[in-house]
T-cell receptor, first 114, second 115 residues
Framework: AQSVTQLGSHVSVSEGALVLLRCNYS??????LFWYVQYPNQGLQLLLK??????LVKGINGFEAEFKKSETSFHLTKPSAHMSDAAEYFC????????????FGKGTLLTVNP | DADVTQTPRNRITKTGKRIMLECSQT?????MYWYRQDPGLGLRLIYY???????NKGEISDGYSVSRQAQAKFSLSLESAIPNQTALYFC??????????????FGPGTRLTVL
């Protein structure tokens, strides 16, 4: 079984401040982990993914995430928030290989204040 | 043009009506998925298909059915719509033979309202 917990359904930051969105996972096998972003009235877009290579993963738009096995975490960060980062962010886990099943967290809505 | 398209983008219907949501993809992927998004609940898998002859139920398939008409087309039907099926529906694809088989690519979504 696999699951994802995103801590904080709503995070608010000021423009230029650090963005930290938390994700913890549970998986009985080594996981593959994903962050997706959903802008208003749009579908989900892949930000970045971890698939057992480097533990620090860089994605699009200046985001990065670090896989920490000991903490079962995959937190998403960005050093300096921009107004255009306002969106909903979803963490997801799968066990990779031939496993189809992508399990999503409930999402974190990021608000960026001027 | 978008790789994964969904029609319609918005639909309002009444309780008891039959509704079909359509998904088409030009990515050449063999796997297709239907998800439902509800506020505060994230995305939940309704059905998935690994190829034209393979259809599988997801975690919330009750009240829904699907049809895989071709590798590129995957339709979701609500046989008799009810208000608690009001949600945002997403189609997604992934390619088993892709260099990146685990990544799913999403369509823009269909917002369905059942009155």
């Amino acid at each position: 079984a696999q699951s994802v917990t995103q801590l904080g359904s709503h995070v608010s930051v000021s423009e230029g401040a650090l963005v930290l969105l938390r994700c913890n996972y549970s998986s009985s096998v080594p996981p593959y982990l994903f962050w997706y972003v959903q802008y208003p009235n749009q579908g989900l877009q892949l930000l970045l993914k971890y698939t057992s290579a480097a533990t620090l993963v860089k994605g699009i738009n200046g985001f990065e995430a670090e896989f920490k096995k000991s903490e079962t975490s995959f937190h998403l960060t960005k050093p300096s928030a921009h107004m255009s980062d306002a969106a909903e962010y979803f963490c997801a886990v799968t066990s990779g290989g031939s496993n189809y099943k992508l399990t999503f967290g409930k999402g974190t809505l990021l608000t960026v204040n001027p | 043009d978008a790789d994964v398209t969904q029609t319609p983008r918005n639909r309002i219907t009444k309780t008891g009506k039959r509704i079909m949501l359509e998904c088409s993809q030009t990515k050449g992927h063999d796997r297709m998925y239907w998800y439902r998004q509800d506020p505060g609940l994230g995305l939940r898998l309704i059905y998935y298909s690994f190829d034209v002859k393979d259809i599988n139920k997801g975690e919330i398939s009750d009240g829904y059915s699907v049809s895989r008409q071709a590798q590129a087309k995957f339709s979701l039907s609500l046989e008799s719509a009810i208000p608690n099926q009001t949600a945002l529906y997403f189609c997604a694809t992934s390619g088993y033979s892709d260099r990146d088989p685990d990544t799913q690519y999403f369509g823009p979504g269909t917002r369905l309202t059942v009155l």
